[in-house]
């Protein structure tokens, strides 16, 4: 079935480093592929998605690149803040009728002073 | 708008007993997820909604575990009798349709922990 693999932490950076956090996947359809970020505390949210190949989804500075050939997804950041801390999820949606999230299992992503 | 609401935030309970979480989606969306998230795992669907109508459950343990969603709007996720590995968070999700390439809106989360 479908799955999605990333990389695991935690990553630890300082302030100003920039950010890679890797993320493949497996599906037989055409995935829409999702970011999403989880701060302490608090609930998932949608940091950015592409709904095909070679689109590339942005928001606060970070960016990933549907990569069809390589199965990829790979969440960047030029510059991390502190405020960046949080865990990134990956996700793919096969797109069938429930549309249905499947995620990764999370990379922690603390970023130092 | 307001976000999705959930229900308590935590709840320590001991196994064989029985627990229940509430949802409450943003308004007009009619489509809502459960998914289960134990520690250091990405979330896992158990169930989803349009309206008031089960789309998917393949994923719920339904000889424990059931959950409705009354006049299509609010839910809510059971659990009896409650195990150990049921510890987890519990994530109700909301969005406006099953649409592919939508993504959702969490809530906050239930977290839930069996001793």
């Known amino acids: 079935g479908d799955s999605v693999t990333q990389m695991e932490g935690p990553v630890t950076l300082s302030e100003e480093a920039f950010l890679t956090i890797n993320c493949t996947y497996t599906?037989?359809?055409?995935?829409?592929l999702f970011w999403y970020v989880q701060y302490p505390g608090e609930g998932l949210q949608l940091l950015l998605k592409?709904?095909?190949?070679?689109d590339k989804g942005s928001n606060k500075g970070f960016e990933a690149t549907y990569r069809k050939e390589t199965t990829s997804f790979h969440l960047e950041k030029g510059s991390v803040q502190v405020s960046d801390s949080a865990v990134y999820f990956c996700?793919?949606?096969?797109?069938?009728?429930?549309?249905?999230?499947?995620f990764g299992t999370g990379t922690l992503l603390a970023v130092q002073p | 708008e307001a976000g999705v609401a959930q229900s308590p935030r935590y709840k320590i309970i001991e196994k064989r007993q029985s627990v229940a979480f509430w949802c409450n989606p943003i308004?007009?969306?009619?489509?809502l997820y459960w998914y289960q998230q134990i520690l250091g795992q990405g979330p896992k669907l158990l169930i989803q909604?349009?309206?008031?109508?089960?789309?998917?459950d393949s994923q719920l343990p339904k000889d424990r575990f059931s959950a409705e969603r009354l006049k299509g709007v609010d839910s809510t996720l059971k659990i009896q009798p409650a195990k150990l590995e049921d510890s987890a968070v519990y994530l109700c999700a909301s969005s406006l349709s099953s649409i592919a390439g939508r993504g959702y809106t969490f809530g906050s989360g239930t977290r839930l922990t069996v001793v």
């Open positions: 592409a709904t095909k190949a070679d």
């Open positions: 996700a793919l949606s096969d797109g069938g009728a429930t549309n249905k999230l499947i």
């Open positions: 308004s007009g969306h009619a489509t």
């Open positions: 909604f349009q309206n008031n109508g089960v789309v998917d």
């Open positions: 599906a037989t359809g055409y995935p829409s």
